[in-house]
């Protein structure tokens, strides 16, 4: 564990909700290479705590940095790097690090739209979660209901969302709408260790625990924000909406444990020196930085499968609660977007365009119309970002813009983000009772355990309207629709 200083650095704001730390707040070997920048509305940045300062300042001292280092307005203390933390790396001087990905890789969001109502839906809320909860897994260990044969699990790491459309486990049309068109080139199963096959043989089409939910939500006309985008996006009044929040699971929790094992002991010998252990990494150029690339790409293509057989479960759940096909019900996916990965792109830095592997940990890519690796249908509005909020407060749907690529290289938050870690969450709050507090608001929530449902009370996350408002003033993406929550399946 890394010492906290005993007061926060010297920040200078530098705009309406960016803040920055000095390269000279650190000066010592490894010393910062570049400044730490932190987007935050005054309000968030009081809620900001000394580990935030703490870990983004020692990712701007990793060599090859390019701009800045990054945190985001639902920043919070992780691994290595914050929570919320962004980094962008020269692909021939600079690193790749596990710990700015996450453990698990491509945690993300996905969103499906229907055309139905809330008054559609309302007297038949309870079956329809209890529904879902039996069909999608959740909780520590969770099994899915396809078991996955040794050949099988190597095509879900190439073809990742390809290989559940092409066994007849979505439609053809989800495709374009996720992200990489749902498998990111690259992935080499033959860089997985045989630990990381057997934890995730069992685990394709399961939640997993922790802040990771299925959610039925509601768009309230009040809570349109841009009617056009919002048409444009297929999002009407008083509509009825799913969003998805999982990852790799254990799988991808393996690959970056083996990796990150691997790298600790050879850092001496690549000259590399970090100021915190978890930042361990290797020079992006080394053998064992592209193994773990390659790895890492399967785990997101997983992670894409694992998302997509959920999806294909709602769908069901849907179908036999409301006895129609869905089709009929309008069950269209709006996009998949991954939070914890990294990613090879081109971005413009000091008028030139450079080739960086970025580093985006509880940070969603928010490319605007114009960017190449915007998805064509939504070349009119700009790609969409799913923000997860809590159980209780609700989501939102942005999209990016143009000038997050020159502010943020285009990467925006994934959430509300913690502010108080989920043990003190245990401590403070009681899962029944909360439960009956949710049902008495209207919130139907199935939960494997009262505990679990405790570490995610709403009281425990920032205020979701100033993260991404905060976003929103800066230019980086920009307000659709706020989703409010009426059921919940959580691990």
């Given at each position: 564990?890394?010492?906290?200083?005993?007061?926060?650095?010297?920040?200078?704001?530098?705009?309406?909700?960016?803040?920055?730390?000095?390269?000279?707040?650190?000066?010592?070997?490894?010393?910062?290479?570049?400044?730490?920048?932190?987007?935050?509305?005054?309000?968030?940045?009081?809620?900001?705590?000394?580990?935030?300062?703490?870990?983004?300042?020692?990712?701007?001292?990793?060599?090859?940095?390019?701009?800045?280092?990054?945190?985001?307005?639902?920043?919070?203390?992780?691994?290595?790097?914050?929570?919320?933390?962004?980094?962008?790396?020269?692909?021939?001087?600079?690193?790749?690090?596990?710990?700015?990905?996450?453990?698990?890789?491509?945690?993300?969001?996905?969103?499906?739209?229907?055309?139905?109502?809330?008054?559609?839906?309302?007297?038949?809320?309870?079956?329809?979660?209890?529904?879902?909860?039996?069909?999608?897994?959740?909780?520590?260990?969770?099994?899915?209901?396809?078991?996955?044969?040794?050949?099988?699990?190597?095509?879900?790491?190439?073809?990742?969302?390809?290989?559940?459309?092409?066994?007849?486990?979505?439609?053809?049309?989800?495709?374009?709408?996720?992200?990489?068109?749902?498998?990111?080139?690259?992935?080499?199963?033959?860089?997985?260790?045989?630990?990381?096959?057997?934890?995730?043989?069992?685990?394709?089409?399961?939640?997993?625990?922790?802040?990771?939910?299925?959610?039925?939500?509601?768009?309230?006309?009040?809570?349109?924000?841009?009617?056009?985008?919002?048409?444009?996006?297929?999002?009407?009044?008083?509509?009825?909406?799913?969003?998805?929040?999982?990852?790799?699971?254990?799988?991808?929790?393996?690959?970056?444990?083996?990796?990150?094992?691997?790298?600790?002991?050879?850092?001496?010998?690549?000259?590399?020196?970090?100021?915190?252990?978890?930042?361990?990494?290797?020079?992006?150029?080394?053998?064992?930085?592209?193994?773990?690339?390659?790895?890492?790409?399967?785990?997101?293509?997983?992670?894409?499968?694992?998302?997509?057989?959920?999806?294909?479960?709602?769908?069901?759940?849907?179908?036999?609660?409301?006895?129609?096909?869905?089709?009929?019900?309008?069950?269209?996916?709006?996009?998949?977007?991954?939070?914890?990965?990294?990613?090879?792109?081109?971005?413009?830095?000091?008028?030139?365009?450079?080739?960086?592997?970025?580093?985006?940990?509880?940070?969603?890519?928010?490319?605007?119309?114009?960017?190449?690796?915007?998805?064509?249908?939504?070349?009119?509005?700009?790609?969409?970002?799913?923000?997860?909020?809590?159980?209780?407060?609700?989501?939102?749907?942005?999209?990016?813009?143009?000038?997050?690529?020159?502010?943020?290289f285009g990467s925006t938050m994934h959430g509300s983000g913690r502010t108080m870690s989920r043990s003190a969450a245990i401590k403070q709050f009681q899962g029944k009772k909360l439960y009956d507090d949710m049902l008495k608001r209207g919130i139907y929530v199935k939960s494997v355990s009262w505990e679990g449902l405790a570490e995610e009370a709403g009281?425990?996350?920032?205020?979701?309207?100033?993260?991404?408002?905060?976003?929103?003033?800066?230019?980086?993406?920009?307000?659709?629709?706020?989703?409010?929550?009426?059921?919940?399946?959580?691990?």
């Open positions: 564990m890394i010492r906290l200083p005993e007061k926060k650095p010297e920040l200078k704001q530098i705009s309406e909700v960016v803040w920055e730390i000095s390269p000279d707040y650190k000066k010592d070997e490894p010393k910062m290479l570049v400044p730490a920048r932190i987007y935050a509305t005054k309000k968030l940045m009081e809620q900001m705590d000394m580990g935030i300062f703490e870990q983004i300042s020692n990712v701007a001292c990793l060599p090859g940095i390019q701009k800045a280092a990054m945190a985001m307005p639902d920043a919070h203390w992780g691994y290595g790097f914050p929570v919320g933390g962004v980094a962008a790396f020269d692909t021939e001087t600079g690193i790749i690090s596990p710990g700015g990905i996450g453990y698990d890789i491509n945690c993300g969001m996905r969103l499906i739209r229907t055309d139905m109502t809330w008054d559609d839906i309302k007297d038949k809320l309870k079956p329809l979660v209890d529904t879902l909860f039996k069909l999608v897994p959740a909780g520590v260990g969770g099994h899915g209901t396809v078991k996955l044969t040794p050949q099988q699990h190597k095509e879900v790491m190439v073809d990742g969302a390809k290989w559940c459309v092409k066994n007849n486990y979505g439609w053809q049309e989800d495709i374009e709408r996720i992200e990489d068109l749902g498998a990111i080139e690259g992935a080499d199963p033959a860089k997985v260790s045989e630990s990381a096959v057997k934890r995730g043989a069992a685990g394709l089409g399961t939640l997993g625990s922790g802040n990771h939910y299925l959610e039925i939500q509601v768009v309230k006309k009040e809570n349109i924000y841009d009617e056009k985008l919002a048409k444009s996006l297929g999002i009407f009044p008083n509509q009825v909406c799913i969003m998805v929040h999982c990852g790799s699971r254990g799988f991808g929790h393996q690959i970056c444990t083996d990796y990150v094992g691997n790298f600790k002991p050879k850092m001496p010998g690549w000259g590399l020196k970090t100021r915190d252990f978890e930042l361990a990494c290797a020079p992006f150029q080394s053998k064992e930085a592209q193994d773990y690339l390659a790895a890492m790409r399967c785990a997101a293509n997983y992670a894409f499968a694992n998302r997509q057989l959920i999806m294909h479960r709602i769908r069901e759940g849907f179908s036999k609660i409301f006895n129609q096909d869905a089709e009929k019900l309008g069950m269209n996916l709006i996009y998949d977007v991954a939070h914890n990965i990294a990613k090879v792109e081109k971005h413009k830095i000091d008028g030139k365009t450079k080739e960086v592997v970025m580093h985006r940990k509880g940070a969603t890519r928010a490319f605007g119309p114009n960017r190449r690796e915007t998805p064509k249908i939504y070349k009119d509005t700009g790609q969409p970002v799913i923000v997860g909020g809590s159980m209780e407060t609700g989501s939102f749907l942005c999209v990016g813009t143009d000038h997050a690529e020159l502010e943020t009281l425990a996350y920032k205020d979701i309207n100033q993260v991404v408002d905060t976003m929103e003033i800066a230019d980086v993406s920009k307000k659709v629709c706020r989703l409010i929550p009426v059921g919940n399946v959580k691990g």
